[in-house]
């Protein structure tokens, strides 16, 4: 939500940032702006829209310099138009800020600075963070950003610039992410690795109030005390070739196609020696009376399949909560309850609240992250990396199939730690997850039907995913990928329960996504089928069986496949599905309206 980007070095930071906030346009598309120092001024230049019409306007700006700063919004407080769009500067043009969070005090500090004359030129709560450090300013920006830090309430990533202080480059964080890059060719600030990664991997995390001051050879570390912070840079292992669309039309058209690997790498990375293994193993499971999985969207609903996995597999009672319930619900947690957090960006507002607040209860955390060194990776007890990589199109695809192999294995050796299972049994599971790599491959060499059957289906008003067990499971993945990407009305439903009530919804026409993975339950789902089609729906079945189609009623069969680890299958028909419908309207796949990826409020 909002991607920040600074640099200062040798070379002219416009184009630097530019393609910066391309990188991380994925974290809001309502404006952008970039500031840059020059000659005793700030040049600035913002756009409402997206990062091209910001690169239209610098066309004939002709602005240039060695320091500067950028940002993407995803707006909160202020329409989304050219004067609310970051970078802020106090009145007097002395301090330029770019800002990701929300300042919960705004009105407060904008009042009191009002009362003393000051002249607001925005209706946003993150020009008070740029005209608060101008008025604390008395030559020394250090002092003053902690004066300020000291007065705001609420969440911040910070990127300050000041006219007299012209050879560094400012920021601190609270509750929002920041990373600093150190290159030989100068230094960066970020909201996110893929937007620095042409120039370095070599990052540091900030903490929560903890100030870096880059110059264009040095980064330097200090507390809110003015102490200094002694750290170690990280080394990224993410590729460039991850983070750009490689001959593909859409990002997540490409994240799809990636699927095959990064399950592999991830499952790799989990059975092997290594970090994943190792989070695994120090875990006493036999410890714990109750496991919680919490998360949000698309990584909750891995949580939900992860539920049948591990119901099944270790026979304990799991719970899944939406994280931005959970965290305000009075949770029965306690030092007998694992809590397991599933996070792409490990930055999620409501997801670190959660985990937050299960550990202030005395919990044992366990995290599921994609992005290595993020807040929940480095606060949860224990963490096991998904191998995604950089995602980038805002509709979650290869993340969420890393993190349903991750939460399979997880339980496997859970179950086989409880002895519910005995070597033979893990053996043959291991091997059923080995083998959805390859199995994935062939679903993904059969797209053509799916493309076709999407181009049919764009003028549907509502569709209904429905299936039983794990396939009800996945149905909910399925809904949020046609929903956010399609802008269509999408529902998912336990198919035993629509005759409750919800089969009234049911006519001419309408479209069920039925899913048939669980050779038990293909009698019962296919009743619910045919009760759907004599009412007027027609059905794509997704399923491992055999079944016959006629005008009604249309097939994509799966690889057979462990029923437990199907939705690895199911869900890729699903995500392309999706896609297809929206790109047959044209739609901003990547972009889609109204969402970010990497949600930072809550
Ligand atoms: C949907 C989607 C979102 C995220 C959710 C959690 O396609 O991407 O629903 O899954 O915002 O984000 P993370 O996993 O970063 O915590």
Not at 291 to 303: L, N, P
Request: charged share 25%.
């Amino acid at each position: 939500m909002c991607g920040i980007i600074g640099y200062i070095g040798e070379a002219d930071a416009v184009p630097i940032i530019v393609e910066g906030l391309k990188r991380l346009e994925y974290r809001g598309y309502d404006s952008a702006g970039i500031a840059v120092y020059n000659s005793g001024a700030f040049g600035v230049v913002k756009r409402k829209g997206r990062i091209a019409e910001l690169e239209a306007s610098l066309e004939n700006a002709n602005i240039f310099g060695k320091l500067g700063i950028g940002h993407t919004r995803w707006a909160t407080h202020g329409e989304p138009n050219d004067a609310n769009s970051h970078p802020h500067l106090g009145e007097k043009s002395r301090i330029a800020v770019v800002h990701n969070g929300i300042i919960e005090n705004y009105k407060e500090i904008k009042g009191w600075l009002q009362e003393k004359g000051v002249k607001f030129a925005s209706q946003t709560d993150s020009e008070v963070v740029a005209q608060l450090c101008e008025h604390h300013y008395d030559g020394d920006l250090m002092q003053a950003v902690i004066k300020v830090a000291n007065i705001l309430e609420g969440s911040y990533a910070l990127g300050i610039m000041c006219l007299d202080e012209p050879d560094i480059l400012m920021a601190i964080k609270k509750d929002n992410p920041l990373i600093v890059g150190i290159s030989d060719d100068g230094n960066f600030i970020a909201s996110d690795v893929p937007a620095i990664l042409p120039h370095t991997t070599k990052v540091h995390y900030l903490n929560d109030k903890e100030i870096a001051i880059l110059t264009k050879d040095d980064v330097k570390f200090y507390n809110m005390d003015s102490e200094t912070i002694h750290r170690e840079a990280e080394t990224i292992t993410w590729t460039m070739e991850g983070a750009e669309k490689g001959g593909y039309p859409h990002f997540m058209l490409k994240e799809i196609m990636e699927q095959p690997r990064v399950i592999k790498e991830t499952i790799k990375n989990t059975l092997m020696d290594g970090a994943n293994k190792n989070a695994i193993d120090s875990l006493d499971i036999s410890h714990f009376n109750k496991v919680v999985i919490t998360a949000c969207g698309s990584a909750c609903y891995a949580g939900i399949v992860g539920k049948y996995v591990f119901e099944r597999l270790c026979r304990i009672s799991v719970e899944v909560e939406f994280a931005s319930e959970f965290r305000y619900k009075d949770p029965i947690v306690d030092d007998k309850t694992l809590v397991i957090v599933v996070s792409q960006s490990g930055e999620t507002a409501d997801t670190i609240g959660a985990m937050r607040e299960a550990k202030k209860r005395g919990a044992t955390t366990f995290a599921i992250v994609n992005a290595v060194g993020s807040t929940i990776a480095r606060e949860a007890d224990f963490t096991a990396y998904t191998a995604a990589g950089p995602e980038i199109a805002v509709a979650s695809t290869k993340a969420f199939s890393a993190q349903l192999v991750l939460l399979y294995i997880l339980a496997i050796r859970f179950a086989q730690k409880l002895g519910k299972i005995d070597d033979i049994k893990t053996a043959e599971l291991i091997d059923e997850i080995n083998a959805l790599p390859e199995k994935a491959t062939q679903v993904l060499e059969h797209t053509d039907y799916i493309q076709k059957y999407a181009a049919g289906s764009i003028n549907s008003k509502s569709v209904f995913f429905i299936g039983r067990n794990v396939d009800y499971a996945i149905s909910f993945e399925g809904s949020l990928k046609l929903k956010e990407i399609s802008y269509i009305h999408s529902e998912a439903y336990a198919g035993g329960e629509l005759k409750h009530g919800t089969i009234a919804l049911i006519e001419e026409g309408v479209l069920v996504v039925a899913i048939s993975c669980c050779p038990s339950l293909y009698g019962k789902i296919f009743s619910n089928v045919e009760q759907v089609i004599s009412r007027g729906a027609r059905v794509l079945f997704v399923s491992t069986e055999d079944t016959k189609e006629d005008d009604k009623l249309s097939l994509i069969k799966l690889p057979p496949v462990h029923e437990l680890f199907s939705p690895s299958l199911s869900v890729i028909v699903l995500q392309l599905f999706s896609y297809y419908v929206a790109a047959n309207k044209g739609l901003d796949i990547d972009k889609p309206r109204n969402l970010a990826k990497s949600v930072t409020v809550e």
